[in-house]
């Protein structure tokens, strides 16, 4: 998603600096917009851009967030561990990455009207804003951090505000399967009617993807294991949003959306692991 920012500065917690009123926040919250599109027959995976995110060079200055220090900071470089909610347990799963300094605070950006931190799901845009930090902390680092735990950033009420940076790939993928923009959090790709049996064997469960490509190479892979199934896999994609996803289930009004199970992206996993490798 593209963000737009006037002015951005490096200022204590207790300070905010004026900046025009034409910055304005275009990220924002729209209704679950579900929709489907036909699956391709072309190869190729699918591209990636190369080259700063379009937000990212509009970026003048940074501001790091001297006075929070959270758990939900500490490295992602083991397991992750569990939440005490089921839903907690189901986002756990998933890794994002934010830019913080060497003790794990994070950065944030500052408009006229807000500071605000980003968790990115896609470690290249987190790469893009950690270009820019270094700009003022040459220790600045990305630092992974499970979505269970960014949610609780993103929800809480008062003080500076967090966001969930969606990939842009990703949102251009779900508005060709809506056929109207994206406002939501991030897009989640699903195939109606297609679940998996549950580890335990006691239900079934209904996989969200957050890349459209690691669901295309599910359905490639139950079409090769299973021949005699390839004709009746639908081939249909749909899209929720996250963020109607968790009050959904929360609310407990969609009984389908009770069996989900979130698969994390394969780049951000990949990129995690070599994390690991590199000892970051």
């Known amino acids: 998603m593209d963000i737009g920012f006037c002015s951005i500065n490096f200022v204590k917690l207790d300070i905010l ?18 929709g489907r ?18 937000w990212v060079a509009g970026l003048g200055f940074l501001v790091v967030l001297t006075a929070l220090v959270s758990p939900a900071f500490a490295p992602l470089l083991g397991p992750p ?3 005490d909610t089921e839903v ?19 950065f ?10 980003y968790f990115f799901f896609d470690p290249t845009d987190a790469e893009a804003f950690l270009s820019k930090a270094k700009e003022f902390d040459e220790s600045a680092k990305i630092f992974p951090v499970t979505l269970d735990e960014a949610y609780k950033f993103v929800a809480r009420k008062g003080g500076d505000t967090f ?28 195939v109606d009617g297609m679940s998996f049996q549950s580890a335990d064997g006691e239900k079934k469960v209904i ?7 690691d669901l ?47 698969y994390p992206s394969e780049t951000a996993m990949a990129y995690l692991r070599s994390m690991q490798g590199s000892g970051n």
């Open 17 to 34: 600096k004026a900046a025009s009123s034409a910055c304005r926040d275009r990220v924002v919250r729209g209704r679950t917009r579900v």
């Open 216 to 262: 295309e190479a599910t359905i490639a892979k139950l079409a090769r294991e299973n021949p005699a199934l390839k004709d009746s896999i639908p081939s249909e994609f749909s899209v929720i949003d996250l963020g109607s996803a968790l009050d959904e289930m929360k609310s407990g009004r969609n009984p389908a959306l009770q069996n989900v199970v979130f």
């Open 108 to 117: 944030l950006t500052e408009t006229a009207k807000e500071r605000i931190g």
């Open 163 to 190: 966001r969930l940076m969606a990939n842009r790939t990703e949102v251009e993928e779900a508005e060709k399967i809506i056929g109207s923009n994206f406002s939501g959090s991030a897009p989640l790709f699903f």
């Open 88 to 106: 907690n347990q189901r986002l756990n799963k998933v890794v994002l990455f934010s830019v913080t300094d060497q003790g794990g605070k994070p």
């Open 207 to 213: 996989p969200l993807f957050f890349e459209k490509e």
């Open 81 to 83: 561990k569990l939440s």
């Open 37 to 54: 599109v036909t699956m391709s027959s072309s190869g190729g995976g699918k591209q990636k851009k190369s080259g700063m995110p379009r």
